[in-house]
């Protein structure tokens, strides 16, 4: 007799996915973001949001339009908005539901997963020095899509991880058409900074294609690629729009890379392994990203040239897509497995001093793959 399937999983904070954008809900404090390719509507207060069922529904007005939701808080869901203006036809949304985390997809498979945890537990435990965070998902369906996790909301300083929503960022603004990669960019002397990057071996100024310094961003994680992106995205308004419209609570642009001044003002990047899965799930699956932009993205993340943690913990050749982050109390690596038929994603997170981080990142990338590499049906339960 097969388990029976569990419920799915409800959440306070949902986000409807659809082409060229997100609805955001949080049933408990009663807000709804709409932030799409036609404009942005902050977080606005909705008092009269109905919560039944496991379903949030209501209506909001802001300037000339109406929003009217139907937001299941089950991810993987359907849910519908209506966006409604005066003299124009009333434009009918439909998409996913996305939760942190999402539900598996098939619950019995996903129970496959939950040894990894056990396993997982027992790196972070060992690793004395460095408060260690570690979220997995499963993507390719062996696993019931299930996402595992241990200490997964830690909030270490982001370091260079948040690398990726700048990036995200800018590839949602050429999905809604509004820019090109092909668009160059001033750089000016005074925009050089030191740190890990290439572009701070070049003369300045020149114009740099969007396409070089979001390439750089991830491949060498340019530090003047971040800083001048950030200029021309806006600044970090835009960048924490997109890790709220996400409900990624966790997750900050808060300064500029190496601005040693804002840091003393305790002006800090943070994220947690929790949000850097929701990131990398909502790329993988096409619900944040167009399908080209997303393989555009992993693309970058596969050229990765700073290997000394998850590639160095894994057989020469093991195929992955990553991006780190360092500060001497920080250490980490994020991204996907690319092992057919395995594919995950994953964040390895940590605090405290590097070079031991570094050693217990390797130690968390391992032990992932060594149980990936493992027959699941030979997989027992700790």
């Not at 790196?123 to 299930?146: C, E, F, I």
Request: proline share 7%; with cysteine; charged share 20%.
């Amino acid at each position: 007799m097969e388990p029976t399937p569990e419920r799915a999983p409800t959440s306070e904070v949902s986000w409807l996915s659809f082409p060229g954008g997100v609805f955001a809900v949080d049933s408990l404090g009663h807000t709804v973001r709409y932030r799409a390719c036609d404009g942005d509507t902050g977080r606005v207060a909705d008092p009269d949001m109905r919560v039944a069922a496991g379903v949030a529904s209501g209506e909001v007005t802001v300037g000339d339009r109406s929003y009217r939701y139907r937001v299941p808080l089950v991810g993987r869901s359907q849910g519908t908005l209506a966006v409604i203006r005066r003299h124009h036809r009333t434009t009918e949304l439909t998409g996913v539901v996305v939760t942190s985390r999402q539900p598996p997809t098939d619950p019995v498979a996903g129970a496959r997963l939950f040894p990894l945890g056990g396993q997982l537990a027992r790196v972070v435990a060992d690793a004395n020095l460095n408060p260690s965070g570690v979220t997995v998902r499963d993507l390719s369906g062996r696993y019931g899509d299930q996402q595992i996790a241990v200490n997964g909301a830690l909030r270490p300083k982001a370091a260079s991880v948040i690398k990726l929503w700048i990036l995200v960022e800018l590839l949602r603004r050429v999905d809604c058409g509004r820019v090109s990669l092909d668009d160059g960019v001033l750089v000016t002397p005074a925009d050089v900074v030191g740190g890990t990057g290439q572009l701070q071996f070049e003369t300045f100024p020149q114009v740099v294609t969007l396409r070089r310094l979001a390439q750089y961003l991830i491949k060498y994680s340019d530090n003047i690629a971040a800083n001048v992106l950030i200029t021309y995205l806006g600044g970090f308004a835009p960048v924490n729009a997109l890790i709220d419209s996400m409900n990624q609570r966790s997750t900050i642009l808060a300064r500029r890379m190496l601005d040693s001044a804002a840091a003393l003002r305790g002006e800090e990047n943070y994220t947690s392994p929790d949000d850097v899965v929701s990131l990398l799930g909502a790329v993988w699956e096409a619900e944040i990203l167009s399908p080209a932009s997303r393989d555009l993205m992993i693309g970058f993340m596969r050229e990765q040239t700073l290997n000394t943690k998850i590639p160095a913990a894994l057989p020469p050749g093991v195929p992955v897509a990553h991006k780190t982050g360092d500060l001497p109390d920080a250490s980490h690596d994020v991204g996907y497995y690319l092992i057919p038929g395995s594919e995950t994603a994953v964040a390895f997170l940590t605090a405290g001093p590097m070079d031991t981080g570094d050693e217990t990142v390797r130690r968390m990338a391992r032990t992932v793959y060594d149980f990936l590499i493992t027959p699941a049906e030979g997989a027992y339960e700790e």
